[in-house]
């Protein structure tokens, strides 16, 4: 599996993801926005709009970027809008090499 796959399209980083191994989840650009627990519409937006992630979206960050990075329950804070400003401008893979002190 390539690093790239541990990059979610909306921002997640699926490599710290506790239920990927366990629901042989391929990862959010193999799975073609059709992962273990249903449709993605963040990842069928991105893959309408031919674009890896919402990072390179003009949009960013569009209502239900907003709406799924701040759920009560799913969400994080934002945290996934910022590691998509993040991608856009330095890459995911030197995102996860800094992230993890390599």
């Known amino acids: 599996m390539n690093q790239q796959d541990f990059a979610g399209r909306c921002g997640i980083y699926c490599g710290?993801?506790?239920?990927?191994?366990?629901?042989?989840?391929?990862?959010?650009?193999?799975?073609?926005?059709?992962?273990?627990?249903?449709?993605?519409?963040?990842?069928?937006?991105?893959?309408?709009?031919?674009?890896q992630h919402c990072g390179y979206c003009s949009d960013l960050p569009c209502d239900d970027l907003?709406?799924?990075?701040?759920?009560?329950?799913?969400?994080?804070?934002?945290?996934?809008?910022r590691n998509l400003?993040?991608?856009a401008v330095i890459g995911f893979s030197q995102w996860v090499q800094?992230?993890?002190g390599h």
């Not at 990927?20 to 893959?47: D, S, T, V, Y």
């Open 16 to 51: 710290e993801c506790e239920d990927r191994e366990r629901m042989n989840c391929p990862g959010c650009i193999q799975a073609k926005g059709n992962l273990f627990w249903g449709e993605c519409l963040i990842a069928k937006c991105c893959i309408d709009k031919h674009l």
């Open 66 to 81: 907003n709406a799924f990075a701040y759920h009560a329950e799913q969400g994080d804070g934002g945290q996934r809008i």
């Open 98 to 100: 800094e992230r993890h």
């Open 85 to 87: 400003e993040q991608w």
